[in-house]
């Protein structure tokens, strides 16, 4: 069993940056791929980035990327998402997700979760 807590959301102005975490406890992430996915109110969950266990290769949904980079410290269990000139569209709440096979396909199959970070960006 693995668990996830997200932290590092907030208030933030449009053009600004965050960078959220994903700390894991309950077994090595080394072994996870892991994605981080983001639901903003009265939309769908929607899929953001994700990285191999190695943290080798990674994904990006085609609204963030250029802006968005994701990257893990497997010595710290944890996970990371730098978000570079943030947009309002950006508001949403980000979640970590955790599966312990192929990073591929890259969108779907995360068996954990953590429980989410607000992120606000006002214009």
């Known amino acids: 069993q693995v668990q996830l807590v997200e932290s590092g959301g907030g208030l933030v102005q449009a053009g600004g940056s965050l960078r959220l975490s994903c700390a894991a406890s309950g077994r090595t992430l080394s072994s996870y791929a892991m994605g981080w996915f983001r639901q903003a109110p009265g939309k769908e969950r929607e899929f953001v980035s994700a990285i191999s266990w190695s943290g080798g290769r990674t994904f990006y949904a085609d609204s963030v990327k250029g802006r968005f980079t994701i990257s893990r410290d497997n010595a710290k269990n944890t996970v990371y998402l730098q978000m570079n000139s943030l947009k309002p569209e950006d508001t949403a709440v980000y979640y970590c997700?955790?599966?312990?096979?192929?990073?591929?396909?890259?969108?779907?199959?995360?068996?954990?979760w953590g429980q989410g970070t607000q992120v606000t960006v006002s214009s």
């Open positions: 997700a955790a599966k312990g096979a192929s990073v591929l396909p890259a969108t779907s199959g995360y068996e954990y």
